[in-house]
């Protein structure tokens, strides 16, 4: 049997393929190249790019590792694995055609839903937790972190870049020996924070 995992960004629209734990890479693997060009829902099913077949992400995958015996663990969200297995299923007749017999599974982990946004964000605020240095800090922190819900992680994100930027001021303005560091550890989680809220809400640029 042969693991692949797939995960789909839906922000990005893209799609990292791993097989047996190494990831998809080569600009010029044909799964690579027409998920990165076409997308992942133009490649759920066969189509022709001018001289160019594509038959389809299952078989294609089938053919890749020339293994019928497949678990295929797609992780992303919910509604993106229900389009992927009703393709599969379209595809079964297809796969028979090329010689396959239908011995491939299918499991799901979730990935890019709110609640999923939301506990990372949780995660994200009890490592700024580490570094309070005060019960007032403290205590912001834990207002932030007990506030945090699904339907409004988008303001609770800003919330949380508002909560950095004052902790950067503060070391800027600091003496420490570890001033440089510490600023470079929440500079990089404000970026992080800032990837999230750009998921969020679909597009490339968030504010």
Same mark, same amino acid.
């Given at each position: 049997?042969?693991?692949?995992?797939?995960?789909?960004?839906?922000?990005?629209? $893209? @799609? &990292? @393929?791993?097989?047996?734990?190494?990831?998809?890479?080569?600009?010029?693997? /044909?799964?690579?190249?027409?998920?990165?060009?076409?997308?992942?829902? /133009?490649?759920?099913?066969?189509?022709?790019?001018?001289? %160019?077949?594509?038959?389809?992400?299952?078989?294609?995958?089938?053919?890749?590792?020339?293994?019928?015996?497949?678990?295929?663990?797609?992780?992303?969200?919910?509604?993106?694995? &229900?389009?992927? %297995?009703?393709?599969?299923? &379209?595809?079964?007749? =297809?796969?028979?055609?090329?010689?396959?017999?239908?011995?491939?599974?299918?499991?799901?982990?979730?990935?890019?839903?709110?609640?999923?946004? %939301?506990r990372r964000l949780a995660?994200? %605020? /009890?490592?700024?937790?580490?570094?309070?240095?005060?019960?007032?800090?403290?205590?912001?922190?834990?207002?932030?972190?007990?506030?945090?819900? !699904?339907?409004?992680?988008?303001?609770?994100?800003?919330?949380?870049?508002?909560?950095?930027?004052?902790?950067?001021?503060?070391?800027?303005?600091?003496?420490?020996?570890? $001033?440089?560091?510490?600023?470079?550890?929440?500079?990089?989680?404000?970026?992080?924070? =800032? !990837? @999230?809220?750009?998921?969020?809400?679909? &597009?490339?640029?968030?504010?």
């Amino acid at each position: 049997m042969t693991n692949i995992h797939l995960v789909y960004d839906p922000y990005a629209d $893209k @799609v &990292q @393929v791993y097989i047996e734990s190494r990831e998809i890479t080569a600009p010029e693997n /044909k799964i690579y190249s027409f998920l990165d060009l076409d997308g992942f829902y /133009k490649c759920l099913l066969p189509f022709r790019r001018r001289y %160019a077949i594509w038959e389809g992400l299952l078989l294609e995958l089938l053919e890749e590792v020339n293994d019928e015996d497949l678990h295929i663990i797609f992780e992303g969200r919910r509604t993106d694995h &229900q389009r992927l %297995a009703e393709a599969f299923r &379209q595809m079964e007749p =297809a796969v028979e055609n090329a010689g396959y017999e239908n011995r491939w599974q299918l499991t799901y982990k979730q990935n890019f839903e709110s609640a999923d946004f %939301a506990r990372r964000l949780a995660e994200t %605020a /009890k490592d700024l937790r580490e570094m309070c240095e005060c019960r007032a800090e403290l205590s912001r922190i834990d207002n932030f972190i007990a506030g945090i819900r !699904e339907e409004s992680v988008v303001e609770n994100c800003r919330q949380f870049r508002s909560l950095l930027s004052e902790h950067i001021v503060k070391w800027e303005q600091g003496n420490s020996a570890f $001033k440089q560091e510490k600023i470079a550890y929440l500079s990089m989680m404000e970026e992080g924070i =800032a !990837e @999230v809220g750009r998921q969020l809400e679909g &597009q490339r640029s968030w504010v």
